[in-house]
């Protein structure tokens, strides 16, 4: 028998360890789909463990993202693979996951594969991708070739094709209800008064480098007037930045000066003033009393 000249190698013999893995894979996807057929999720009690999760702070603070795309298209917000995790378990009878097809380091790449499986309505949804070993900054692209890097990039890139995945076989009422619990529970701070939440947003942001001139920039009010919404949007933002999703100098970009503000504060420093008398008094010890006698007179107006 002639061998293909681009025919796939494959292994000679499969070791009993590999077989009885194929066998168990087999046996757990025809038993969930039994299970699932036998114990058929219960939606109120679904939406009632939703509602129970969304409401705990602690869900609610990771349950957004955001980064700043940069250029026009501006900052991107949307829901975390932990609240989208959390939703599949409250739902049930979904399953999700990551698979590393394959890995190059030849051409420094892997391939990876996200899916989502309601295994009750037998809704199966996947998609196959490629993550280049490589990480893009603002200084140009760098290669990683350190596994731990490598794993960490694939780890990243694939929790957001998981989230998106999970999303998609879960009801779009189902996921928009949790996102409005969610910000409602961030609104309400966990019973935090108001008033003390922004003392501490604000106490936060200043140990970053921070100031409160421009959290009010910001938000486009005084701290005076925040309300629970702008809380909210500050807590984000934090979280986010703490997580590395986007940067405090990228939300919180320094004031530019422009060239005539720097010369109006150069003329107005150097300009002499009236010391030592009264105002409308002339004296010759005062420097501004001198540029004023000094200075030309206006032209007179031709009749």
């Given at each position: 028998m002639t061998e293909q000249p681009n025919a796939i190698a494959l292994p000679a013999r499969v070791g009993q360890g590999t077989a009885v893995e194929q066998s168990r894979a087999v046996a757990e996807v025809q038993s969930a789909i039994v299970v699932a057929q036998q114990c058929p999720r219960n939606i109120p009690a679904a939406i009632s463990e939703m509602e129970l999760s969304c409401g705990q702070k602690m869900l609610a603070d990771r349950a957004f993202y955001r980064f700043n795309r940069g250029g026009e298209?501006?900052?991107?917000?949307?829901a975390t693979v932990h609240l989208a995790r959390e939703l599949a378990r409250c739902w049930g009878n979904v399953q999700y996951g990551l698979?590393?097809?394959?890995?190059?380091?030849?051409?420094?790449?892997?391939?990876?594969?996200?899916w989502a499986w309601d295994v009750q309505t037998n809704t199966r949804v996947s998609t196959t991708f490629i993550v280049p070993h490589k990480r893009f900054t603002r200084r140009g692209v760098t290669a990683l070739t350190d596994m731990r890097h490598i794993y960490e990039?694939?780890?990243?890139?694939?929790?957001?094709?998981?989230?998106?995945?999970?999303?998609?076989?879960?009801?779009?009422w189902f996921v928009e209800a949790a996102k409005d619990?969610?910000?409602?529970t961030l609104r309400h701070g966990g019973g935090v008064p108001l008033p003390q939440r922004?003392?501490?947003?604000?106490?936060?942001?200043?140990s970053k480098g921070i100031r409160r001139d421009q959290l009010?920039?910001?938000l486009g009010r005084p701290s005076a007037d925040w309300t629970d919404h702008d809380v909210a949007q500050l807590h984000i933002i934090f979280t986010s930045a703490e997580r590395g999703e986007t940067s405090l100098k990228e939300e919180f970009p320094p004031e530019r000066v422009t060239a005539e503000e720097i010369t109006a504060s150069a003329s107005k420093a150097k300009a002499p003033t009236h010391t030592g008398h009264e105002p409308g008094a002339l004296d010759s010890e005062c420097p501004a009393c001198?540029?004023?006698?000094?200075?030309?007179?206006?032209?007179?107006?031709?009749?």
């Open positions: 298209s501006g900052n991107v917000t949307g698979v590393e097809m394959r890995r190059d380091d030849s051409y420094g790449q892997s391939e990876l594969q996200a990039s694939n780890a990243n890139n694939g929790a957001r094709r998981v989230r998106e995945m999970i999303f998609s076989v879960l009801p779009p619990l969610c910000n409602a922004i003392a501490e947003g604000i106490k936060a942001y200043e009010e920039t910001k001198r540029a004023e006698h000094d200075a030309p007179e206006p032209p007179e107006d031709d009749e």
